[in-house]
């Protein structure tokens, strides 16, 4: 139980004086590329839209808080941004001197808090982002006013939620991973050599089924994966008992189990929704109908030969944006473009080799390919437990609305927040 006995009202703009991002137009402004990582109004993979070219004039410093202030979805959420990044108009930045990633990691969660306010169409806009207040851990000054309690919080991140992560996402947070590539060799791609071939000539191409997923279970082994961009397609787990239920009394009734379950070694590719997304299995798994897992012909896959393939599906996302499907019944038509060896086949051994010769390639391991996202659910499993305390904590607060403005009323103590 977080003790917030010492915690204080504190205004964001008082903290983080805010600052509108700089890109007011991606498309026109920005190249493709990999010098820097271009962030929008996106709450999934830390705002990451995509990586271009640096343009000098639209860069803002890292180790800021990235508050954002339009999106459906997304709006009110925060980010922490470690190094230096492209930001959208819609994103509002925050810096303090104290600021780090494990106080971060506690003041985003603090402030997501406050996000229902502005839902359905409420922009978080500079303004609004300023007057927000929010309660944090304090200490009192000599001259009898507070100033956020910094080293709390970071030793709260460090002692009560890093020790309670998988060891992998522990050398992660403690900077303690290889940055270094398994093979020393600077290798080219040259796409002019490559080949078209047609995805039922590569995969075998497999239908997903659910319409409606079964029941979620947190500690169920069988990742459900739906047609989302994140969490490695992942959006909840299951387990067989409640899968054996599902086949027999909802949809696909008296279907076998086996029908509902896949193979290990399998990429799966959203084709509605968030359509072309792809991501590699090294599990079995179920999934939606919104979903077409597909199987590598006549070669063993691997996790470096999926994350280049996955890669390159990708980049033909574009073809089914708004509103077009990528079912299984077109699918089999659709192109891809590959490396060949000399007698035309695809070069597997390539996609292997170009993968290995990137930085970070040494933390991927063939037999647990899965492990980084499952660490990554298992860290925000803890920062969700968190928020959840605090959540039941200002529950427990009587709330007015007066005018337009916002009073908390908590130990006779009022509060009154501008909105």
Request: hydrophobic residues 30%; glycine residues 6%.
């Amino acid at each position: 139980m977080i003790d917030r006995r010492n915690w204080q009202w504190f205004r964001v703009g008082d903290l983080f004086p805010p600052q509108k991002c700089k890109c007011s137009n991606a498309t026109e402004l920005l190249e493709d590329g990999d010098e820097i990582a271009y962030i929008g109004a996106k709450k999934s993979d830390n705002g990451v839209m995509r990586h271009v070219k640096r343009v000098e004039n639209l860069v803002s410093r890292g180790n800021c808080i990235v508050f954002i202030g339009d999106g459906q979805g997304s709006v009110g959420y925060s980010l922490y941004q470690p190094i230096d990044f492209i930001g959208s108009t819609t994103l509002i930045v925050g810096y303090n001197e104290h600021l780090n990633p494990y106080n971060a990691a506690f003041l985003v969660s603090v402030l997501d808090l406050e996000r229902f306010r502005y839902s359905f169409g409420r922009k978080y806009k500079k303004e609004v982002v300023a007057n927000t207040k929010i309660q944090l851990p304090a200490i009192k000054l000599d001259n009898g006013d507070y100033t956020p309690d910094w080293k709390y919080m970071e030793d709260f991140v460090k002692d009560q939620i890093i020790p309670q992560l998988p060891k992998k996402a522990q050398r992660v947070w403690l900077q303690k991973y290889d940055t270094t590539p398994q093979k020393q060799e600077n290798m080219k791609l040259n796409t002019q050599d490559w080949k078209w071939f047609r995805y039922d000539e590569i995969f075998d191409i497999k239908h997903g089924f659910y319409n409606k997923k079964p029941e979620d279970n947190p500690e169920g082994d069988i990742p459900f994966i739906g047609a989302t961009d994140s969490n490695n397609g992942i959006t909840s787990y299951s387990d067989l008992e409640t899968i054996s239920i599902t086949s027999q009394t909802g949809e696909g009734k008296n279907a076998p189990i086996e029908e509902k379950l896949f193979d290990a070694n399998s990429i799966t590719v959203s084709n509605d929704g968030s359509v072309g997304y792809a991501f590699f299995q090294n599990k079995q798994f179920t999934c939606s109908h919104s979903v077409n897992p597909l199987y590598l012909k006549g070669h063993e896959i691997n996790p470096y030969i999926a994350l280049f393939l996955c890669t390159l599906i990708e980049k033909e996302r574009f073809r089914w944006a708004y509103g077009r499907k990528w079912r299984p019944i077109r699918m089999p038509s659709s192109k891809i473009k590959l490396p060949v060896t000399p007698s035309g086949t695809p070069d597997w051994k390539f996609m292997e080799d170009y993968i290995k010769s990137l930085p970070f390639s040494r933390n991927i391991e063939p037999s647990k390919p899965n492990e980084v996202v499952d660490e990554l659910v298992e860290m925000k499993k803890e920062m969700i437990k968190m928020r959840k305390q605090l959540e039941a904590q200002q529950a427990s607060q009587e709330v007015k609305i007066i005018g337009g403005n916002v009073t908390y009323i908590d130990n006779s103590k009022n509060y009154n927040i501008q909105k």
